[in-house]
């Protein structure tokens, strides 16, 4: 095996893949157990990634049964009802349990009248400080810099991953007797902030060795920006009013209805000026936010006296819903020895079909990294020192790694990556959908796919970049083909020629495969959108 620069055959009990607030609440959470723990990012980790270029904020609901039912039922309107309770309530329990631990880790909280902290994250950057800090002082190991291409098997099980060095493109492999990815969503590099490291490549490295998805129809939140610009900060928009480039005032709540937005855009253009700040908030919202507020000084406009034209990017799975399935309650995800946590896997069971943007969002990187890392733990635990010893090896990485036919020209991802952006960045395609448009755009894709596996292939710093655009290509085509079988509309889902909501179609549609992609639905459990108070107080009591 190839061996990591400056290790000999290194070997750990568990691999963390990534480097944001689930993976460093996974590397955190294996450390507790007791497990030896190497965490591996694409970037560096605490400083890459959507998080570190925002604000963070938890769900977090107090343990008060009249609180935590109004908090689940609201998330459960919002998401059209295919949320499920029993993992809503898992996520507040664990978020109101471990969010205070930061507090013992020097994250400055804010502190209330009684002097004690005010548990209220506020900065990505601040946030990320404080875990990547705790992972080190946990006695975990980072290698910033290391992305993951592919994973290693044996017998069916994962026991390890290969990747590669950027500074210098040499490759690496480590051992592990099990593995977190914890890789983000994808956005298929469309520039929304943080982003660009978002493509899809641990749902990828999963469907390689069996692992499936769910939800990926909801794909495609359109975060707004001023045009121009990729500063896709959303939370102020709340305070806007919405006109056509004549002045006439647009209908509807277009901060949450981005369906609608993105039609009104395909008509002409859309202004947005936040004109109803109340006055005496107006210092707080000039306050907040300094990387937004610096985007419109450079534009000389003051968005709450002058109006602006927006555009939109579209934030993908980062702030859709779609991932991996997790199938067990410990964030495992159907293959031995591997996990899945925060964005890189399926968020519908808590914000359905609408965004987890922010508070749902942050409070399942940090639950579902907990769970993830206490099993990746256990299972390490469980297979004993001689699971990596001996040979019987396997990658199982394929396309960009490993053509079925002649090798292509070493930039050849350039043209598969353009041509899957070609297909899920423009509103036209992918914000108001069709059969047609859905079909027309699955074609390149699947030719794209059949390229990429006959003869994508790069070596050095530019595998990944090949990987990249297999990932992204195949998570259009899981996205798509789950976009084709959901015949309605619901949520950021919007479809042209169902544009309205069926109530026989509340399921879950899994999706997966890869030369073959195949989709199925799933039903919901039924007690997760009655209105029972057993299911609600179970928690809380």
């Not at 978002?198 to 069996?210: H, I, P, R, S, W």
């Not at 994508?456 to 083909?481: C, I, K, P, Q, S």
């Amino acid at each position: 095996m190839s061996q990591l620069p400056g290790y000999s055959d290194l070997d750990t009990d568990v691999l963390v893949i990534g480097g944001g607030p689930a993976a460093t609440w996974a590397a955190v959470s294996a450390r507790e157990s007791g497990a030896d723990v190497v965490l591996v990012d694409k970037g560096y980790c605490g400083a890459s990634g959507v998080a570190a270029a925002a604000g963070i904020g938890h769900w977090l609901v107090p343990p008060v049964p009249e609180l935590r039912r109004a908090a689940i039922r609201q998330r459960a309107e919002r998401g059209f009802h295919l949320t499920e309770r029993v993992w809503q309530e898992r996520v507040l329990d664990e978020t109101w349990r471990r969010l205070p631990l930061l507090a013992g880790w020097r994250y400055p909280f804010p502190a209330g009248a009684d002097g004690e902290p005010v548990l209220r994250t506020g900065s990505g950057p601040e946030y990320l400080r404080t875990m990547r800090r705790q992972v080190k002082r946990s006695g975990a190991r980072i290698l910033d810099h290391h992305p993951a291409l592919e994973l290693l098997t044996r017998d069916g099980a994962v026991v390890g991953a290969a990747g590669i060095e950027r500074a210098g493109g040499r490759p690496w492999s480590i051992r592990a007797r099990a593995i977190v990815l914890a890789t983000g969503g994808c956005t298929w590099k469309s520039y929304s902030l943080g982003s660009n490291v978002d493509t899809g490549d641990g749902q990828l490295m999963a469907a390689e060795v069996g692992a499936c998805l769910a939800s990926m129809e909801f794909s495609c939140y359109w975060g707004m920006v001023p045009k121009g610009t990729a500063m896709d900060k959303n939370g102020f928009y709340g305070f806007a009013t919405f006109t056509r480039e004549d002045g006439t005032e647009l209908p509807g709540e277009l901060n949450t209805d981005r369906g609608q937005l993105a039609r009104y855009m395909l008509e002409g253009p859309v202004y947005a000026q936040l004109d109803r700040v109340p006055a005496d908030d107006v210092p707080g919202v000039r306050g907040r936010m300094i990387n937004w507020r610096q985007t419109f000084d450079k534009l000389g406009i003051d968005p709450i006296t002058q109006r602006f034209e927006i555009g939109m990017v579209n934030e993908g799975t980062v702030r859709g819903t779609g991932g991996l399935y997790v199938r067990g309650a410990d964030c495992s995800v159907g293959v031995p020895g591997l996990y899945a946590a925060g964005d890189v896997a399926a968020r519908d069971r808590i914000t359905g079909a609408e965004t987890g943007a922010g508070a749902p969002n942050a409070a399942w990187a940090l639950s579902s990294g907990s769970w993830a890392g206490w099993a990746a733990a256990s299972w390490a635990r469980s297979t004993g020192p001689r699971h990596n010893s001996g040979g019987g090896v396997e990658p199982a990485g394929q396309a960009g790694l490993r053509p079925a036919g002649k090798p292509g020209p070493a930039d050849e991802w350039r043209q598969v990556t353009a041509a899957a952006q070609d297909q899920m960045l423009p509103i036209a395609k992918n914000g108001v959908r069709s059969q047609r448009i859905l079909l027309d755009s699955l074609r390149v894709l699947d030719d794209a796919w059949g390229a990429a596996r006959q003869s994508l292939h790069a070596t050095g710093a530019d595998a990944l970049r090949a990987r990249e655009a297999a990932a992204m290509t195949a998570m259009g085509r899981w996205a798509y083909r789950s976009a084709l079988a959901r015949t309605e509309s619901r949520g950021m889902h919007y479809r042209g020629d169902h544009p309205d909501l069926d109530e026989g179609q509340r399921h879950r549609i899994l999706s997966g495969g890869l030369d073959e992609v195949w989709v199925r639905p799933e039903p919901i459990p039924a007690d997760s959108w009655t209105d029972s108070d057993d299911t609600l107080l179970r928690s809380a009591s």
